[in-house]
């Protein structure tokens, strides 16, 4: 009997786990991948540490998500310690660091991670073909760009993996969004998450404060808090904690074109605790910040900044600014710096196994769907998950 045909387009973290795990005696699979080689993102992502999952338990990993319903099956059937299991299996251990997020052993670079991960798709004889960038349908067939011509292929089932819409020069530049807008697929406008945010500082402040980290803080918008440090740029804030509020920070974006951020320069002490330190009326204001509360420049530059001369002198004002120092933010910055996006394929548009509704046989997953999660290993999991997911469905049900 002949095999099925499958073509995977895009070869990210996601197309890789599926083409890792479906099965060839079932199917013939080739995957195509515009650039010259596989995961450039990913690559990219291991820069400053390839965090490549988190080591929270499943109840409160999958909280992570936007939204996590969606994500939920595909993480009950491929969490972060099968995760952890599969990349033992193909020769790449795993350590927790400190911040209980996972990262390869030490020594272990990403390029050997991709290729570890690369042999185990060889040795599946899926095909990969690089140089060949998707440019829609002809005449059913897909139709792809490659250095010399251009080439059809009709294969019977259609699995696309194209990614977000940042870091345009690792390949995911979103640029094919009208393809399946002009087949009646509803997208949704890509944008920035895990990004930086804008901050329209007074100039003396970011002068001398641009480069400088706002440490041991605990950041807030609406209802969700995460405690880390955060970066003073010219643009405004970067860093995790402000990234974990991504989506918070958009949705008031979004409705009223700018968000409320609340600093808490202290989260370890109490506010009563704090009032009373600066109530000492024996010391200089300044001198009870730096060497009692032990605050950094940066945050007492803040606060000089931005407080009235009455405010900063009134121990409970002060006190209650050091608990939610309040900013602005006016924007993000530009998508194509953001580590992940949002946006794509509307998550109406796939049934549970990831099929698009409208196009039987045609399957769409990982960034390219409109879900989000803060950095921290969440992104990459969701995309291994979703890729185990899809190669079960196919071993199992197709
Ligand atoms: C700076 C940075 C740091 C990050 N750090 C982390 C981290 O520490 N932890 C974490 O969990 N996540 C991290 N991420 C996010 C993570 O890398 C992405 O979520 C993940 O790569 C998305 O996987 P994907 O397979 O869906 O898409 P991608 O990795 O974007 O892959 C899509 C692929 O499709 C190809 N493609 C696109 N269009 C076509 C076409 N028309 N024809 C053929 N091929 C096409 C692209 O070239 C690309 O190779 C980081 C991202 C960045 C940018």
Redesign the pocket.
């Known amino acids: 009997m002949t095999k099925k045909t499958i073509a995977i ?8 786990m599926l083409a890792a795990q479906i099965n060839t005696e079932k199917f013939e699979v080739t995957l ?4 010259f080689a ?5 690559l ?10 988190h080591s929270e338990v499943p109840q409160e990993f999958i909280q992570k998500y936007t939204p996590n319903k969606f994500i939920k099956p595909f993480f009950e059937l491929f969490n972060n310690d099968d995760l952890r299991d599969w990349l033992f299996h193909i020769g790449i251990e795993t350590f927790v660091g400190s911040s209980k ?1 996972v990262f390869p052993e030490k020594g272990i670079k990403p390029i050997e991670v991709l290729n570890a991960i690369i042999s185990k798709i060889t040795a599946n004889n899926v095909t990969i073909k690089t140089q ?4 829609g349908w002809e005449n059913e067939n897909l139709l ?1 760009k490659t250095p010399t011509e251009n080439t059809t292929v009709k294969p019977d089932y259609t699995i696309f ?4 819409a ?2 345009a020069k ?7 969004v009208n ?1 399946f807008k002009d087949n009646g697929i509803k997208t949704v406008p890509f944008q920035a998450s ?1 990004c930086g945010f804008q901050i329209n500082w007074p100039q003396e402040f970011i002068t001398e404060n641009e480069g400088l980290y706002l440490k041991n803080i605990a950041a807030a918008c609406g209802s969700l808090t995460k405690k880390g440090e955060l970066a003073i740029t010219q643009l405004g804030l970067e860093g995790g904690a402000i990234y974990a509020l991504s989506h918070k920070i958009r949705t008031q974006l979004n409705a009223k074109k700018e968000a409320d951020l609340l600093i808490d320069f202290k989260p370890t002490l109490q506010l009563y605790a704090i009032e009373k330190k600066l109530s000492n009326e024996s010391k200089p204001t300044s001198d009870i910040l730096k060497y009692d509360l032990n605050m950094p420049a940066p945050q007492i530059a803040l606060l000089k900044t931005y407080l009235s001369k009455e405010a900063f002198l009134s121990a409970e004002q002060l006190a209650e600014n050091i608990k939610a120092f309040p900013l602005k933010i006016t924007g993000t910055a530009p998508i194509d710096e ?3 996006t949002v946006g794509g394929i509307a998550l109406t548009e796939v049934n549970t196994n990831l099929e698009l509704n409208k196009m039987p046989n045609h399957f769409c ?4 769907l409109d879900w989000d ?1 803060p ?9 291994f998950s ?2 185990y997911y899809l190669a079960n469905y196919f071993n199992t049900s197709i």
């Open positions: 387009i895009g070869g990210g973290p996601s197309a890789l195509f991948e515009k650039n596989v995961g450039r993102k990913f990219v992502a291991g820069d400053g540490g390839l965090n490549i999952t997020r060949h960038e998707w440019l792809f993996a194209l990614g977000g940042s870091w690792t390949g995911s530049d979103g640029s094919w393809l895990n953001a580590i992940s997953f990982g960034e390219m999660a950095t921290g290993g969440y992104l990459l999991q969701a995309n979703m890729g």
